[in-house]
């Protein structure tokens, strides 16, 4: 079975979202996974090379993969809401995704600014599998009702995350309800620089239930 890739617009609530669906190569998807990338407004999209490692661990492990760039980025419509419209974006393509793969267990993944995106949703879309956050900023920690939110959480984080220091992140790990995950990855920075090859691996090994 060849790999299928499309390029989409999908309907948002502030205009179409420019968005990149991916096929796993040679098996038909075992799983939905909605990607978000970091903050538009410091050069984040959906072709970030974290977002992109992370989609393409996602794919490897049997997951069909939808990218796309949050409102105001690339060729997306609208302009940078702080996160509550970004969300409803997330919320928009996410339900575009369920529709076209209405059998498959679904997974929200997003990196920095995508992982505070998707861990929103973990509170208020019951129909998702799990979150898997990466390099999950620390300041943003007050602004998740992380006792709402009883989904699997996984959390992939830089042992040298600038944004999310190692220790302040394992307290915050700490005091987060089940169920919950936290993997770390060997890398300089919060951009897994170093790491990438082992941040996709780590991500694949999550796919298949490692």
Same mark, same amino acid.
Do not use: Y
């Given at each position: 079975?060849?790999?299928?890739i499309e390029s989409h617009m999908i309907?948002?609530?502030?205009?179409?979202?420019?968005?990149?669906?991916?096929?796993?190569?040679?098996?038909?998807?075992?799983?939905a996974a909605l990607i978000c990338h970091p903050h538009p407004l410091h050069g984040g999209s959906m072709w970030n090379k974290v977002v992109h490692r992370l989609a393409r661990g996602l794919?490897?492990?049997?997951?069909?993969?939808?990218?796309?760039?949050?409102r105001g980025v690339g060729r997306s419509q609208g302009i940078h809401d702080q996160g509550d419209g970004e969300a409803e974006d997330a919320?928009?393509?996410?339900?575009?995704l369920r529709s076209r793969y209405p059998d498959l267990p679904v997974t929200a993944a997003g990196f920095s600014f995508g992982s505070f995106i998707v861990l929103r949703l973990c509170a208020t879309v019951p129909e998702l599998s799990r979150v898997i956050a990466a390099g999950f900023p620390i300041v943003y920690r007050e602004?998740?009702? *992380?006792? &709402?939110? @009883?989904?699997?959480?996984?959390?992939i984080?830089?042992?040298?995350?600038?944004?999310?220091?190692?220790?302040?992140?394992?307290?915050l790990f700490q005091e987060l309800p089940e169920?919950?995950?936290?993997? *770390?990855? &060997?890398? @300089?920075?919060?951009?897994?620089?170093g790491g990438l090859a082992e941040f996709e691996e780590t991500v694949l090994r999550l796919g298949n239930g490692s």
């Open positions: 079975m060849a790999r299928r309907p948002g609530p502030a205009g179409l979202l420019e968005a990149l669906l991916e096929e796993p190569e040679g098996e038909a998807p075992r799983e794919r490897r492990s049997g997951a069909v993969a939808l990218r796309f760039n949050f919320r928009a393509a996410l339900g575009w602004k998740v009702a *992380w006792k &709402e939110c @009883r989904l699997l959480k996984i959390f984080h830089s042992t040298r995350d600038e944004h999310g220091p190692r220790d302040r992140m394992a307290e169920a919950k995950q936290l993997c *770390w990855v &060997e890398a @300089r920075d919060h951009f897994f620089s």
